[in-house]
């Protein structure tokens, strides 16, 4: 089956630290941009960060700049999210996903082209 399966999420103290996995099954992700989504409740989904295949870059939303890190390891077929300083306003479902193209538009981390998104874990930081 071709999916993709989140885990790590869970309830954190403000300030503290979580990382996000995703394994992707059923193909293999090093061919695709991939990136890591999260929705607040009450609000859109919204890009977090992502890492284009063409040319390697790494984006980051502003609200996570020196907080975050993507990474991937191709051997596992494991993309993670390292998250730090974890703030309430952090609070959210996250996702996973890979696509056709990565990119930052007006601040804005776009995947284009989703192949697969993944399920979903919940992260929640308390005050």
């Known amino acids: 089956e071709v999916q993709l399966v989140e885990s790590g999420g869970g309830l954190v103290q403000t300030g503290g630290s979580l990382r996000l996995s995703c394994t992707a099954s059923?193909?293999?992700?090093?061919?695709?941009?991939i990136g890591w989504f999260r929705q607040a409740p009450g609000k859109e989904r919204e890009g977090v960060s992502c890492v284009g295949r063409s040319n390697g870059r790494t984006y980051y939303a502003d609200p996570v700049k020196d907080r975050f890190t993507i990474s991937s390891d191709n051997a596992k077929n494991t993309m993670y999210l390292q998250m730090n300083s974890l703030k309430p306003e952090d609070t959210a479902v996250y996702f996973c996903a890979v696509g056709r193209t990565c990119t930052s538009r007006m601040h804005t981390i776009v995947i284009e082209g989703v192949y697969r998104w993944g399920q979903g874990t919940q992260v929640t930081v308390s005050s």
């Open positions: 059923g193909f293999r992700f090093d061919d695709y941009a």
